[in-house]
């Protein structure tokens, strides 16, 4: 029965960073594989990024490798996302969600949080 929080979201220029924060209540998230997954409107729904409670690995789409990185912290109960050299086609509302498997599917995520909103604007 885990609650999610994301926060993090703004709006920066091509190029700039931005990290954004996954938050758990009601449960750490050692048993789970946390992703985060965008919506922009128009385009596919996208996981981008996913981490396992267990070990902290990371995996990433083709569109995220070399420019975000995933963790999550030592209690885990947040998980993060840094996000480098942003691009505008990176704009979209993010979203953090578990499921059980670890998975670049956002088919496969059940829990969601409430999303954050990135921009990156020129």
């Known amino acids: 029965q885990v609650q999610l929080v994301e926060s993090g979201g703004g709006s920066v220029q091509p190029g700039g960073s931005l990290r954004l924060s996954c938050t758990a209540s009601g449960s750490t998230l050692e048993n789970y594989s946390i992703g985060w997954i965008r919506q922009a409107p128009g385009k596919e729904r996208e996981a981008v990024s996913c981490?396992?409670?267990?070990?902290?690995?990371?995996y990433y789409a083709d569109s995220a490798k070399g420019r975000f990185a995933i963790s999550i912290d030592t209690a885990k109960t947040t998980v993060y996302l840094q996000m480098n050299s942003l691009k505008p086609e990176d704009t979209a509302v993010y979203y953090c969600a578990i499921s059980g498997p670890q998975s670049l599917d956002y088919r496969d995520y059940m829990y969601w949080g409430q999303g954050t909103q990135v921009t990156v604007y020129s």
């Open positions: 981490v396992l409670g267990r070990d902290g690995s990371g």
